[in-house]
């Protein structure tokens, strides 16, 4: 592994995703905000991150800047790698089957390395003011609980304007996981 795949490896808020993303309806609840929204998978999961590490919510004006630096990597490279890989899966003009599945996972992994390029660029937005970062054992409190909901919210409203209740029952979901 090569020095600057170690240091985006060895990034705490890609632990905590992996972790995170791993418990029950996580997964789901964030893909169907990506999928149903717009949102950004990585940063409903910095939302959360943000609020068990710092214990600090995300403002709208700090979730648009975040946003505006994240855009040109998630649509320049990952969403294309995804759409790709999506309609090699879906098009069945090519979906070669076992000829083409191959190639599919190597896009598949590429794609989670440009998610995981596009976590280091959000840990550095504001590791500097971490002094201790949590681990998956990490009890979370109330006030956490709330802080991620505020920040999931401010997002979801800057991405698709007015608060569905689908919206707020995948909230609902993604802060169950969190307190578990």
Known sequence: MSESNQVIADNPFWHFSLEFYCREGVADACLTLQDEFGADVNIVLYCCWVAVARGEKLEPAELTEI????????????????????????????NLGELSEELRQAIKSCELDGEKI??????????HELSDFPTGDTVVSVEQLCMAESSMINYLKAVSGD?????????QIILQALKS
């Open 67 to 94: 946003m505006a630096v994240i855009e040109p990597w998630q649509t320049g490279v990952v969403q294309r790698l995804r759409q790709i890989r999506l309609d090699m899966k879906q098009n069945q003009a090519i």
């Open 118 to 127: 596009e976590q280091w660029i959000l840990f550095q937005s504001g590791w």
């Open 163 to 171: 608060m569905s209740e689908n919206e707020e029952s995948i909230i």
